[in-house]
């Protein structure tokens, strides 16, 4: 079955980086792309980015520009979300998901479990 | 503020139908497919409506999305205890060089 695999918890300081892995599975990594979306607590639903993993393209929030990379690995159908420069409200769960759309983003259908995020001093 | 507009909160009592409402702009909902997801406690967002009005393989027929020029609705029908939960609308949005946007959610109870 289609499935989305993430790293685990992580905590970082302020100013610190952190890069969240994503293992797909049970389908063909590069028909589809990546989504990242996070959830700060007790908040909805934001969005990060989308990378396609059939050309690499990327589109970002603009909120996030400057400090966040998505890249993948099509050797081992994993994604990658590296943020830079964290502050304590970036603490949130990054969910990746995977996305219809390869050429541009169209909508999530399969969900990561998370990984809880935690930026404090 | 969240792009596409949602009421915070919906209840209703088992066998009843909801509605809940999501609210956008010509950039958004009108010109792009709008998806809805279903996020129980302390779980992460499941796929509900696809493409404005799709339901995916092991979502029942309970669950109904529609669209209309700048707005759409989920429906959910015959309502239970475990429809319990928070529900978003999201969509694409042409506007400031393209990006996902998602309702502020709706928190649905069952009474």
């Known amino acids: 079955q289609v499935q989305l695999v993430q790293s685990g918890a992580e905590v970082k300081k302020p100013g610190a980086s952190v890069k969240v892995s994503c293992k797909a599975s049970g389908y063909i990594f590069t028909s589809y792309g990546i989504s990242w979306v996070r959830q700060a607590p007790g908040q909805g639903l934001e969005w990060v980015g989308w990378?396609?993993?059939?050309?690499?393209?990327?589109k970002n929030a603009q909120t996030l520009q400057g400090r966040v990379t998505l890249t993948t690995d099509t050797s081992t159908s994993t994604a990658y979300l590296e943020l830079r420069t964290l502050r304590s409200d970036d603490t949130a769960v990054y969910y990746c998901?995977?996305?219809?759309?390869?050429?541009?983003?169209?909508?999530?259908?399969?969900w990561g479990q998370g990984t809880t995020v935690t930026v404090s001093s | 503020q969240p792009v596409l507009t949602q009421p915070p909160s919906a209840s209703g009592t088992p066998g009843q139908r909801v509605t809940i409402s999501c609210s956008g702009s010509s950039s958004n909902i009108e010109t792009n497919y709008v998806y809805w997801y279903q996020q129980l406690p302390g779980t992460a967002p499941k796929l509900l409506i696809y493409?404005?009005?799709q339901r995916p393989s092991g979502v029942p027929d309970r669950f109904s999305g529609s669209k209309s020029g700048t707005s759409a609705s989920l429906a959910i029908s015959g309502l239970r205890s475990e429809d319990e939960g928070n529900y978003y609308c999201?969509?694409?949005?042409?506007?400031?060089?393209?990006?996902?946007?998602f309702g502020g959610g709706t928190k649905l109870t069952v009474l």
């Open positions: 998901a995977r996305d219809d759309g390869i050429l541009k983003p169209l909508g999530m259908d399969v």
């Open positions: 990378i396609s993993a059939y050309n690499g393209n990327t």
């Open positions: 493409r404005n009005d």
């Open positions: 999201a969509t694409w949005d042409d506007s400031l060089s393209g990006r996902e946007v």
